[in-house]
């Protein structure tokens, strides 16, 4: 228990670092605004990608479906904000619990029939699902009009700065690092590793299965509400299934089971993906798909593991096991929650 205080709070050290190393760079003007929206989106697809990285990285379940949750959220905060906050920031807290909430609630409804499927076809019903989502969004100002439908929302109050932002990113990470170090990401990782042999060792499998794939959209609704809250217009096209294939890819290029992995890849990818746009400019559409598929095989020639290879930076890696003592049998009994 102590080794896991230590981690803690070695994280929130090196947190604190690189918030100092951030403010000093924009106090110097070497970082301009532009790339400090840049960052903001960085640390914003962080905490999206670590939900994918729970759901797919961790527990082995394949979906396509990730930018679905990850609208919904950025929508339901936005529409609250819009017409019940007007910049409060009473309100921007609801608003941000409120989409994380239906990016959850909506993950639990729709997990409990499409996580019995696995694979392909689980990844091929959370694809459709996302499509669905996208259509729902492109036709949403019939339902309620404050949604905008195919034209967008605009006129969002820009609540979340850098440093909300970070604070959610710092707390999604905690998180994570946590939850998969305790019993249930024990269960989570076994389940990746091979869900029969869990279910046989009485793993309720469904339920962790279920469990992780709620938290996961979860922190992808979380996600999108502060990015409702830093940009002031959101557009369908935003959270098309493509956009799905950037959470995927992180994960990924990072290392399945890597935390520290998809941290740094997600923050990396931000900004390659905005130094591309700057370099290519208009171009960057036609060839997005192209670069993102070559980057893949890539990487997958080159590193098939992923660039962390499951493991993690020194701060971030699991608590170790103790000697077991006489009144211990296995190495298994020394492992601390």
């Not at 990782?189 to 091979?194: F, G, L, N, V, Y």
């Amino acid at each position: 228990m102590k080794q896991k205080y230590t981690q803690t709070i070695l994280i929130i050290v090196a947190a604190a670092i690189f918030y100092v190393f951030i403010k000093t760079l924009i106090f110097l003007n070497v970082l301009s605004p532009y790339w400090q929206l840049v960052l903001d989106q960085s640390l914003i697809v962080t905490i999206g990608a670590l939900g994918l990285s729970l759901i797919y990285g961790f527990t082995g379940q394949f979906s396509l479906g990730h930018a679905a949750f990850y609208g919904i959220g950025a929508y339901t905060a936005g529409a609250i904000s819009k017409t019940l906050g007007h910049g409060s920031l009473l309100w921007f807290i609801i608003a941000i619990v409120a989409g994380t909430l239906a990016a959850a609630l909506i993950a639990l409804l729709i997990g409990l029939p499409i996580l019995r499927l696995r694979s392909d076809y689980l990844g091929i019903a959370t694809l459709g699902f996302g499509i669905i989502v996208k259509v729902g969004m492109d036709n949403a100002n019939k339902v309620l009009p404050v949604l905008g439908g195919a034209t967008g929302m605009s006129g969002l109050t820009t609540v979340a700065n850098f440093e909300i932002i970070f604070i959610f990113f710092l707390i999604a990470i905690l998180l994570l690092k946590n939850l998969i170090y305790s019993k249930y990401g024990r269960a989570f990782i076994s389940i990746r590793e091979d869900e029969i042999a869990a279910d046989a060792m009485g793993i309720d499998t469904t339920r962790y299965k279920t469990m992780a794939f709620a938290l996961g959209c979860g922190l992808a609704g979380l996600a999108g509400s502060l990015y409702a809250h830093r940009y002031p217009f959101l557009h369908p096209s935003s959270f098309e299934f493509l956009k799905s294939f950037d959470f995927l890819l992180i994960v990924v290029l990072g290392g399945l089971g890597s935390i520290s992995g998809t941290i740094v890849t997600a923050v990396g990818w931000a900004f390659l993906l905005e130094g591309l746009r700057f370099v290519l400019g208009e171009q960057f559409i036609d060839f997005r798909g192209v670069i993102y598929a070559l980057i893949l095989v890539i990487t997958i020639l080159m590193r098939p593991q992923g660039l962390f290879s499951g493991k993690e930076l020194l701060f971030m890696k699991p608590p170790r096991l103790k000697t077991p003592t006489n009144r211990e049998e296995g190495s298994h009994a020394g492992l601390r929650n």
